[in-house]
């Protein structure tokens, strides 16, 4: 690429951030007029490549095509946040319709023949790794989209993916917008609720206090109230959400993603979603999610056996432990067994001295600061930082982190910019729901730290990776199933006591007890059986959905099945959390994944574990070793460099049988 392409392109994309992100009055008019002026230049290089070019090199064809794919992922990426994050419902709206332009045009560029062949005729010969891993990988996509296929069936593809987006943003969109509350009669029904959380939920105008199924609302009061008529109403609501909306959504969702699978020559949609995953296969996915419940099996019976007798105490005649009963007796046990109250440790995770905890403790491992940018962007409430080393600006990052109205009702990073050495800095986004900002006290749950730590995670491999020069091996590029292994990694952390204590303080700057410390870690594998097994029976929700043909079962009876097979707790009659699990869209068959990256957190801990867990030293070697290389090699591979050896399961089943932390 010459000097002049590099200035325009740099100039661009200063005119994406500055314009795009700015909120103004013309916000709208300004990201439309952006997305065009991007998506005008990226048809015209398109036709150019499809054009062809008699000298078929990494210059005139594997270097345009970089550079095609990097001016679709600008808008495309904010389309994508827009949908989830604006509070301008006409931003939405636009955002969502770009997003559909862009996955249009990408369908497009990914089933062209022509390019393809020219890919497949450049002399690698002499080239570096990156430079033929990322032709390999190119053109095994564009295989795996269905390139290879006669013209008939490439324009049925082409459709059917389409269709697939408008689906998928239905789906999610139903999900966000379908929030429900329960009207508790008077401040009594709140007993058992935090100090802080009955102060935020006052009676209305005509006495009633509204709980409603947005996190800061729901787990605390599924955790602590003790009414237990009134936990299983609100468990009601919120398994309630997205139904009936996406009863039709998720029947077409699941159809389409079939016909699409047999189209490109595969039996079902799980062969082709986990074909280039670490896994491999679906029925390698199906062992690795019963080998884990086998694992977990002993422990979590023991659980259940001391969840049912401490419920028999309040509920003599009780046969089994509700779905709805599990968060509040699981507290009582923790409570009166291992002396722990987790409310306790509620006063010391302010989410602010948490958020500068977290920045301390990055700074500390990886030798980076934190500036804070002062710009306006899509909600006033958003913090904005550049991450910064010794060698200047690594990335910025974006933090929209307290619940709204129409907001995404989870938690999760979200890329803004891929990084492309020399041209661009990565970006990203993280999106929560944590107490804080204009309402509330901003006091967290330990279960929402590990949320915080884990997402930022995500966003410190994206930012740390986005220093590759071909855009598809930067940032989170790399196999599905590892994808989450930097995130869990990163919540070991926020469990031990030489981190907690250097930001965990109450409102009188007392820091967090070490007593309280020892509590909530002797605690911390009570139910682990349990919750292993409700992950696993997450991951069988998302494979046997994607492992046969749609038309065979019925979801619902399908996820009934399933809970009995995978859970000890019983299915709650008129409930539909298929409904609402949106990573049936994003995840498809591959749920697994959270628990696949688990067993590889496990041994890669242990190496901090043993050489210190603030050795900057070892932080760095994993840094270079597994979170900077993106997606330029394996995955195995990466862990390998870390490790110096394969890793184990080994460590995972030793950590989930020992009683020790």
């Known amino acids: 690429m010459n000097s002049i392409r590099i200035v325009a392109v740099v100039l661009a994309l200063w005119l994406v951030l500055g314009g795009t992100l700015r909120a103004t009055s013309g916000e709208v008019v300004k990201f439309n007029a952006s997305c065009e002026a991007d998506f005008q230049r990226a048809q015209e290089m398109f036709k150019k490549l499809e054009a062809g070019n008699e000298k078929r090199s990494i210059e005139s064809i594997l270097t345009p095509l970089n550079e095609l794919w990097?001016?679709?992922?600008?808008?495309?990426?904010?389309?994508?946040?827009y949908q989830f994050v604006h509070p301008d419902p006409e931003m939405r709206e636009t955002a969502a319709e770009w997003e559909q332009k862009y996955s249009k045009l990408e369908t497009e560029i990914a089933l062209s023949r022509p390019i393809y062949e020219a890919v497949s005729m450049i002399d690698l010969s002499g080239a570096d790794e990156k430079i033929s891993r990322f032709t390999?990988?190119?053109?095994?996509?564009?295989?795996?989209?269905?390139?290879?296929?006669?013209?008939?069936?490439?324009?049925?593809?082409?459709?059917?993916?389409?269709?697939?987006?408008?689906?998928?943003?239905?789906?999610?969109?139903?999900?966000?917008?379908?929030?429900?509350?329960?009207?508790?009669?008077?401040?009594?029904?709140?007993?058992?609720?935090?100090?802080?959380?009955?102060?935020?939920?006052?009676?209305?105008?005509?006495?009633?206090?509204?709980?409603?199924?947005?996190?800061?609302?729901?787990?605390?009061?599924m955790t602590y109230a003790h009414s237990d008529t009134r936990r299983l109403e609100l468990y009601r609501e919120y398994r309630r959400r997205g139904y009936p909306a996406n009863e039709q959504v998720l029947q077409d969702l699941l159809y389409k993603r079939y016909q699409l699978a047999k189209m490109l020559g595969y039996e079902n949609y799980a062969e082709y979603v986990t074909e280039d995953k670490m896994i491999k296969t679906p029925a390698a996915a199906k062992e690795f999610i019963n080998k884990v419940t086998s694992v977990a099996n002993e422990r979590a019976a023991r659980d259940y056996d001391e969840l049912l007798r401490r419920l028999r105490k309040d509920f003599p005649e009780a046969s089994g432990v509700g779905d709805w009963q599990k968060l509040y007796v699981s507290e009582l046990v923790k409570n009166e067994i291992y002396d722990f109250d987790s409310k306790e440790t509620r006063?010391?995770?302010?989410?602010?001295?948490?958020?500068?905890?977290?920045?301390?403790?990055?700074?500390?491992?990886?030798?980076?600061?934190?500036?804070?940018?002062?710009?306006?962007?899509?909600?006033?409430?958003?913090?904005?930082?550049?991450?910064?080393?010794?060698d200047g600006v690594i990335g910025r990052f974006y933090l929209d982190m307290h619940p709204r109205k129409d907001k995404f009702k989870h938690a999760m990073m979200s890329q803004v910019v891929t990084g492309v050495s020399g041209l661009q800095k990565p970006e990203a986004a993280l999106v929560c729901n944590f107490p804080g900002g204009d309402e509330g006290s901003g006091l967290m749950e330990h279960d929402q730290v590990l949320t915080f730590?884990?997402?930022?995670?995500?966003?410190?491999?994206?930012?740390?990776?986005?220093?590759?020069?071909?855009?598809?091996?930067?940032?989170?590029?790399?196999?599905?199933?590892?994808?989450?292994?930097?995130?869990?990694?990163?919540e070991e952390w926020a469990w031990h006591r030489e981190v907690l204590k250097k930001f965990a303080r109450n409102d009188a700057g007392e820091a967090i007890p070490d007593e309280l410390i020892s509590k909530m870690n002797r605690t911390r594998k009570f139910g682990l059986g349990l919750n292993v097994k409700q992950q696993m029976f997450y991951a069988a929700i998302s494979l046997n959905f994607y492992n046969r043909d749609s038309e065979t079962f019925e979801p619902l009876e399908m996820v009934k099945e399933l809970q009995q097979n995978y859970t000890p707790y019983a299915y709650v009659p008129d409930t539909y959390m298929h409904l609402a699990f949106g990573h049936l869209v994003d995840y498809s068959a591959i749920y697994y994944t959270y628990m696949w990256s688990e067993v590889i957190v496990k041994d890669l801990f242990h190496v901090f574990e043993k050489e210190g867990l603030l050795n900057q030293k070892i932080?760095?070697?994993?840094?270079?070793?597994?979170?900077?290389?993106?997606?330029?090699?394996?995955?195995?591979?990466?862990?390998?460099?870390?490790?110096?050896?394969?890793?184990?399961?080994?460590?995972?089943?030793?950590?989930?049988?020992?009683?020790?932390?």
């Open 70 to 81: 990097i001016i679709l992922d600008r808008n495309s990426n904010l389309a994508s946040l």
């Open 347 to 390: 006063s010391y995770f302010a989410y602010e001295r948490v958020r500068e905890g977290l920045f301390d403790l990055t700074s500390a491992l990886y030798g980076v600061s934190f500036e804070k940018v002062d710009t306006a962007v899509w909600h006033p409430s958003v913090e904005i930082y550049d991450l910064l080393d010794q």
């Open 136 to 221: 390999e990988h190119t053109l095994r996509d564009f295989r795996r989209t269905g390139v290879d296929k006669d013209e008939e069936t490439r324009e049925k593809i082409k459709n059917l993916q389409e269709e697939l987006v408008i689906i998928g943003q239905n789906f999610e969109k139903n999900i966000r917008e379908d929030v429900r509350y329960i009207e508790l009669e008077s401040s009594d029904e709140l007993a058992g609720l935090p100090e802080d959380y009955i102060k935020e939920h006052q009676p209305d105008e005509g006495g009633k206090i509204h709980i409603s199924t947005d996190y800061p609302d729901y787990y605390p009061f």
């Open 619 to 661: 932080a760095m070697k994993y840094r270079h070793s597994i979170l900077n290389p993106g997606g330029s090699r394996d995955a195995s591979q990466l862990v390998e460099d870390f490790l110096g050896r394969p890793y184990s399961f080994e460590a995972f089943r030793n950590w989930l049988n020992s009683e020790d932390i």
């Open 453 to 490: 730590f884990h997402e930022f995670g995500h966003l410190l491999h994206h930012l740390f990776a986005g220093d590759q020069p071909w855009i598809k091996q930067s940032g989170i590029s790399t196999e599905w199933d590892f994808v989450e292994t930097p995130s869990i990694l990163y």
